[in-house]
Structure formats: structure tokens, C-alpha cells
């Protein structure tokens, strides 16, 4: 970044904590109504930082107990978001509350904040995890398997890889004989402390150089990609407020404040969580066309599995009208990531495994577990799995009914944050997977005429 701006020095996470707290508050914060619901959710929105300062990257001595605090204090303030996205359905009554700037400077900053996060991506180093992703596309695209590749379907899916194949072509050949130059890219934090370092041993080895060694394409591209997505979810959001709730400054000032958030700050340049969120956020920019509504859905179901437990509230919503565009639509993306995987598998075994992985055609994973599961008995994910389970399959087609665009937000919110609670790997630290939705959810207007049966084409 000092190559863009003279001696310009990335701030520490902690201050960009304190700093973000007071322009979120500045710009949003109702001083009038002190009392507002808005002032809830700004104020459950900043719980979440300290969580995500006790297990930020980069943290080489922190102690066991401080990354259990963190993971708890993030399972609950996500409790607390989670109950606030149910309760958002029952509300009657949506006051306009504009923030405390015009649509104008919210536009400039939101701008401003991009440039200096997409700056940040440039420079900084990539996430292990999105290496590997670069790394399987790039095994993909000669048919070869891997032992990195055995590795990281278990954590990610098959489909992840996919998406970072074509930015790879590109990357590969611009770079030339320098994309093949190795990187040095630092394992994950988490791997430094006790339960992690008995995880990492139990878990399937690779061998090096060819499976633990990354090249600078697979870096270039890991970027590339996360750096697309990035700018997807911000002008999706937008878009969603021009086009769906007719108000740009709300469109411009939920984008704002996911900038802002000391949580983008940090993992800015993940490429797992924010892959499946940019095509979520455009299923909501296209919802009022339900065949590329579904498609949307379906690639955000590809890249990453946890999407699909979206499938029965979004079927419920396109039920008066477009249900049949809608599944079209998904089974279309669905066919493409088969027809992929059957290109790019060596054999008949190998297509099997990676097909049993995209449906999640197996028992949910009890041994070699991260994030928070590896502090905590593994056979508490079973009731967590079903209450999940009990939301968004039995009890999202039902209720709220009849399904409008402020259910569909929130009740999105609501299952992608379900997630958090049973996710195997890095659980209670994929935000991006449900802010969009509930920032969102945060500024829209009242919707209650936004059914199926009046909007979709």
C-alpha cells in the first residue's frame, strides 16, 4: 500500500476496531431515538468485534483460553443476531430512519473503503485455505488428483476449486515463467495452539514439494477472485437498495456499513467466505427473475454446500408464482458443476467421492475437527444439527407466511447464521455468509407488498 500512498502504514486491527466503532456510530447511530431498534442492531453488530480480535489471523501467541473466549463470545452475540433476524419477520411497523449522511459522502466512503481494502488484498498475503482452492483448480485443469485435494474437501467442497479455475488461466499466462515461482504462505494460527497441533498431526498429510508448495499464479488468482467477490457483494447491495427497496442512500449506507465492520476489515481477502456470498447477494438482486434467481442460488450451492439449506425458504417465497423458473434455474447451475466435475474427475471413484462431498452425502464429521469444535465434544454438533434442521427445512416453508422480500432477508439471515453454530471448520467465523443479508435487513423499508405474486416477471 506505500507504493499508493506515501508511507502509509496498515492500522493494527485492535485500532481499526475503535475507529470503525466510532464511524459506525457517527453515521448511524440515532442520537434522537436512543431507544430505536436501529440502535439495537448497530450495538449487536459492534459485540461482534471483540470475539473476532481474540482470533484474528496473524495472532502467533495467543492462549487456548483466549481463543475459546473469542469463540464463545461469537456464538453468542450470533444467538443474540439470530434472534433478532426471527423477530425482524413479526415486526409490523418499519419507521424510515435515514443516517446521519447523505447519499452522497456514504457513496464516496463506501468507494474510499474499497480501494483501500481491495490495497490490502494486493498486499497482503493470501488464507491457506484459498491457496489450496488455487492449487486444486490448477490440478483440475490437467485431471489430476491430489492429497491436498482428499484434504481439502472436507472442509470446503468440491465446487470452491471450480471457481478459481478461470481467473487461473488468466493469471497463469499473464505471469508468465514467474507464476510458477513458489510462495511462502504461513499455516493458519489456530494450528499453533494445543488441540489444533493434535488436529493437524491426525490430519491426512501432503507431500511436498508438489502439494505443500504454491506458486505466485496461485496466489495472483486467489486474489483476483476475492477481490471480484468483494466488489460483487458491495454493488449488489446497492443495486439492492436502488432497484428493491427504491431508496439508494439505504442501499449505500448497508454497503457503507459492511466496509466499516472491523470483521471485513480482517478477513477482507478470505476467499471461502465471500465466494458463495456474492452469488447469494445476487440472488437477491434477481429475485424478481426467478430462473436467474436460482441460478445465483445454485452457484452459491456449487462453490460452497451450506447455501442449499436455503433451497426450502426460497421455494417457499417463489410458491405463488416462479417456483418452476426458480428450480430450473437451480438445476441449471447444478447440471454445470456435474458436468464439471465429470470433466475434471481422473475416474469413476473419484466423480462418486466428489458428488457424495457437494450433496453431503455422509454422517457430519466427528474426528480432525477446527474453529470452535475443537475445544468442544463433538457429539453436542447432534442436537445443534437437528435444531438447524428443524428451522430451515420444517419450519421456514411455513412461517411467515405469505412470504415477502423482508421474510426473505431475514429469514436468509437467519439460516446462514444458523450455520455458524454446527459448521465444522472455522464455526462462528464466516460472517460474510449471512451480513449482507442482515445489513440488508437492517435498512430496508417496509416490504409487505413485495409477494411473489406482484413482483416476479
Not at 457517527?26 to 473476532?52: E, T, Y
Not at 483448480?137 to 484434504?151: I, K, M, Y
Not at 447432534?382 to 432477508?409: E, H, N, Q, R
Request: aromatic letters at 12%.
Amino acid at each position: 500500500m506505500s507504493e499508493f500512498l506515501y508511507r502509509y502504514e496498515k492500522p493494527d486491527p485492535t485500532t481499526w476496531a475503535y475507529l470503525s466503532a466510532l464511524l459506525i456510530i457517527a453515521l448511524f447511530f440515532k442520537f434522537n431515538r436512543l431507544f430505536s431498534i436501529r440502535n439495537l442492531d448497530l450495538l449487536l453488530l459492534l459485540m461482534l468485534a471483540p470475539g473476532l480480535l481474540c482470533l484474528r489471523p496473524g495472532l502467533d501467541s495467543v492462549s487456548t483460553s483466549t481463543e475459546l473466549f473469542g469463540y464463545w463470545w461469537l456464538f453468542g452475540v450470533n444467538a443474540l443476531l439470530l434472534v433478532r433476524a426471527l423477530w425482524d419477520s413479526a415486526m409490523v411497523r418499519r419507521p424510515m430512519l435515514e443516517p446521519n449522511m447523505n447519499a452522497a459522502g456514504l457513496l464516496f466512503l463506501a468507494v474510499s473503503m474499497s480501494a483501500f481494502l481491495m490495497a490490502n488484498i494486493i498486499n497482503g498475503a493470501p488464507d491457506e485455505s484459498d491457496m489450496f482452492s488455487a492449487q486444486r483448480a490448477e490440478h483440475l485443469s490437467h485431471r489430476e488428483a491430489s492429497r491436498v485435494e482428499g484434504a481439502s474437501l472436507d472442509t470446503h467442497g468440491p465446487g470452491c476449486a471450480l471457481v478459481f479455475w478461470l481467473p487461473s488461466i488468466t493469471t497463469s499466462g499473464v505471469l508468465g515463467d514467474e507464476g510458477s515461482q513458489p510462495v511462502v504462505v504461513e499455516p493458519k494460527p489456530a494450528e499453533a495452539n494445543g488441540t489444533a497441533k493434535e488436529n493437524a498431526t491426525n490430519a491426512p498429510a501432503t507431500d511436498a514439494p508438489e502439494d505443500a508448495g504454491f506458486t505466485n499464479a496461485q496466489e495472483v488468482t486467489a486474489k483476483v477472485v476475492t477481490i471480484l467477490c468483494q466488489a460483487a457483494i458491495v454493488l449488489g447491495m446497492i443495486l439492492i437498495g436502488v432497484r428493491h427497496f427504491e431508496n439508494f442512500t439505504m442501499g449505500c449506507a448497508a454497503a457503507t456499513l459492511y466496509l466499516l465492520l472491523p470483521y471485513t476489515a480482517i478477513w477482507t481477502g478470505n476467499g471461502t467466505h465471500v465466494i458463495p456470498t456474492a452469488f447469494m447477494v445476487w440472488a437477491v438482486v434477481c429475485y424478481r427473475l426467478p430462473i436467474l434467481s436460482g441460478l445465483m442460488l445454485g452457484l452459491a450451492f456449487g462453490t460452497l454446500y451450506y447455501p442449499v439449506f436455503l433451497l426450502p425458504l426460497w421455494i417457499s417465497f417463489y410458491r405463488q408464482r416462479g417456483v418452476w423458473r426458480f428450480l430450473i434455474g437451480f438445476a441449471v447451475a447444478l447440471l454445470a458443476m456435474i458436468i464439471t466435475q465429470i470433466a475434471t474427475s481422473v475416474d469413476f471413484p473419484m466423480f462418486v467421492e466428489r458428488m457424495q462431498q457437494m450433496f453431503g452425502v455422509r454422517l457430519p464429521k466427528m474426528e480432525n475437527l477446527s474453529g470452535a469444535w475443537q475445544y468442544w465434544n463433538p457429539v453436542f454438533r447432534w442436537p445443534v444439527l437437528a435444531t438447524f434442521l428443524g428451522m430451515s427445512v420444517l419450519s421456514m416453508p411455513f412461517w411467515p407466511s405469505p412470504k415477502t422480500l423482508a421474510s426473505l432477508l431475514s429469514c436468509s439471515a437467519a439460516v446462514m447464521l444458523g450455520v455458524q453454530f454446527w459448521h465444522a471448520h472455522s464455526g462462528g467465523l464466516a460472517l460474510a455468509w449471512y451480513l449482507p443479508f442482515l445489513l440488508l435487513m437492517l435498512f430496508r423499508p417496509n416490504l409487505e407488498d413485495r409477494v411473489a405474486v406482484n413482483v416476479v416477471h
